[in-house]
């Protein structure tokens, strides 16, 4: 077992799980893919941006309770005195985004980033809050604005039965920290399903090189959507057999047919070290869905497509504090929108390759994306050496 394979099982040890645990994960790079033209960090996930912290709960519990929350730590200091700043966009709206006015309003984020599913948003915002107002410092606190993203995960999941509680949202952004992120069927992507197969969480990141400024952008996925599974460029859904529209393409090529009732949704977090404005960061935030895009969404009308991106640089420290005038101009964006696009592609890869097949609520099953038929595919089309495809990496 690699030192990393090694810091992932720890990881999963420490992190409350509620049922079973996932298996070790597969990532595309494990397959010898190296998608982009920038290189990761050395954990290729968010938290190669310095402070950032993730942490997940897993809730796997009886035949029908396939769910969880992921929450994500700007810092791991008192946010709601040391804001970030932060923007969000939104792809798509239909989605019950909560919080995401007041990061557009005044572009800073003051608590943990949390991730859950649909009906359990509320439980999320109030348990957030009261964290927040627990927190020392915050005794005379009286407004916060706890941002909590999600997708629906009603297929494998009893989502009415609303099983998230307030101590799991407390477990997730408790038990966040930097390091390797454990991925696929965890946190809030145990019951996703993303592109035909078994979604989840998967995350990524890309180093600028020194002439772009070194930055770190990292992205995180909540992948829970439909489209035409595509890899690298390769039409690896089609190859497969299993993308929206299918039956009507292949049977009538009736383009008038309505596309699949199960589009669902992706959650998409960004972080950098960059020192931009909220303004560039919305920006930045726009181009994750050009990363989502090359993997073979079309932002269908179902899905909710939220994307919350921060900036690690140039914190708040009180509101009469002035922000520092280091801010990047808009002609260095280029890069950085350029690692935007590619961290968000493979962080969708990872949560593919991750995930676990799960049969859940009312027997149903969601399979895994078969790796050996991938590995395959990606060999025939010139993706990958038939002698690096089992060397993992980053």
């Given at each position: 077992m690699s030192l990393r394979w090694l810091a992932v099982s720890l990881l999963l040890c420490i992190v409350p799980i509620t049922g079973m645990a996932q298996s070790e994960s597969v990532r595309v790079r494990d397959l010898g893919l190296a998608p982009?033209?920038?290189?990761?960090?050395?954990?290729?996930?968010?938290?190669d941006v310095a402070g950032v912290q993730v942490g997940h709960r897993t809730l796997v519990e009886g035949d029908s309770v396939r769910t969880g929350v992921t929450a994500i730590r700007p810092h791991g200091g008192d946010l709601f005195h040391d804001k970030v700043p932060a923007a969000v966009h939104v792809g798509n709206g239909f989605?019950?985004?909560?919080?995401?006015?007041q990061v557009q309003e005044l572009g800073t984020i003051e608590t943990p980033i949390v991730l859950t599913n649909t009906l359990d948003v509320g439980t999320a915002v109030a348990a957030t809050v009261d964290w927040m107002l627990d927190q020392p410092g915050n005794e005379e606190v009286s407004s916060v604005n706890a941002v909590v993203g999600e997708t629906n995960d009603g297929?494998?999941?009893?989502?009415?039965?609303?099983?998230?509680?307030?101590?799991?949202?407390?477990?997730?952004i408790e038990s966040a920290s930097g390091g390797p992120v454990a991925e696929g069927s965890v946190g809030a992507g145990t019951g996703t399903r993303a592109l035909g197969w078994k979604g989840?969480?998967?995350?990524?990141?890309?180093?600028?090189p020194d002439a772009y400024g070194a930055y770190t952008v990292g992205a995180l996925v909540q992948a829970n959507y439909?489209?035409?599974?595509?890899?690298?460029?390769?039409?690896?859904?089609?190859?497969?057999?299993?993308y929206d529209f299918r039956s009507v393409v292949e049977e009538t090529g009736d383009e008038e047919t309505p596309?699949?009732?199960?589009?669902?949704?992706?959650?998409?977090?960004?972080?950098t070290d960059a020192p931009v404005s909220p303004r560039n960061l919305e920006r930045m935030a726009r181009r994750a869905m050009l990363g989502l895009a090359r993997t073979g969404s079309y932002a269908s009308n179902g899905s909710g497509d939220f994307v919350v991106a921060f900036s690690t640089q140039n914190r708040r420290a009180g509101d009469a504090?002035?922000?520092?005038?280091s801010l990047l101009r808009n002609a260095r964006m280029s890069p950085l929108f350029l690692a935007t696009v590619e961290a968000?592609?493979?962080?969708?890869?990872?949560?593919?390759?991750?995930?676990?097949?799960?049969?859940?609520r009312d027997g149903h099953t969601q399979e895994a994306l078969p790796l050996d038929r991938l590995r395959a595919i990606l060999r025939d089309a010139g993706r990958i050496d038939v002698n690096e495809s089992d060397a993992p990496r980053p």
């Open positions: 982009g033209l920038f290189g990761p960090g050395p954990h290729n996930a968010l938290t989605g019950k985004a909560a919080g995401v006015l297929v494998l999941n009893d989502i009415r039965g609303q099983h998230v509680t307030g101590d799991d949202v407390v477990a997730a989840g969480i998967g995350t990524s990141s890309r180093l600028l439909g489209g035409v599974l595509r890899i690298d460029g390769v039409p690896v859904g089609e190859r497969l057999g299993r596309g699949p009732d199960d589009a669902g949704s992706c959650m998409i977090v960004l972080a504090a002035p922000r520092p005038d968000t592609e493979e962080a969708v890869y990872n949560a593919l390759t991750a995930a676990t097949t799960v049969t859940g």
